[in-house]
Nanobody, 123 residues
Framework: QVQLVESGGRLVQAGDSLRLSCAAS????????MTWFRQAPGKEREVVAT????????DYADAVKGRFTISRDNAKNTVYLQMYSLKPEDTAIYYC????????????????WGQGTQVTVSS
């Protein structure tokens, strides 16, 4: 059983940068693909970025490509989401999720979820 705890979300201005962290415990972190999702008010949850178990492969949603960077430190059991040039439309609750095996875009395939961290971007 893996527990995930996100942190780092807060209120920022448009154009600011922010780094989210997701700390994992209770499992072998390096055996899990990790993905950041987000859910904006009134919208469905969507994939933001995903990273392979070793960290060498990443994918991004078109909306964040070039602005966000996902990374992981398997020695620290932590995955990060570095966000640059934030926009009001990035406002959402950000969740990290873990999946044993290769990374995949399908939300239903993720076994473990954090509680989420709120990111609010004011214009």
């Amino acid at each position: 059983q893996v527990q995930l705890v996100e942190s780092g979300g807060r209120l920022v201005q448009a154009g600011d940068s922010l780094r989210l962290s997701c700390a994992a415990s209770g499992g072998t972190f390096s055996s899990y693909a990790m993905t950041w999702f987000r859910q904006a008010p009134g919208k469905e949850r969507e994939v933001v970025a995903t990273i392979s178990r070793g960290g060498s492969q990443t994918d991004y949603a078109d909306a964040v490509k070039g602005r966000f960077t996902i990374s992981r430190d398997n020695a620290k059991n932590t995955v990060y989401l570095q966000m640059y040039s934030l926009k009001p439309e990035d406002t959402a609750i950000y969740y990290c999720a873990a999946r044993s095996g290769p990374r995949i875009w399908l939300e239903k395939e993720y076994e473990y979820w954090g509680q989420g961290t709120q990111v609010t971007v004011s214009s």
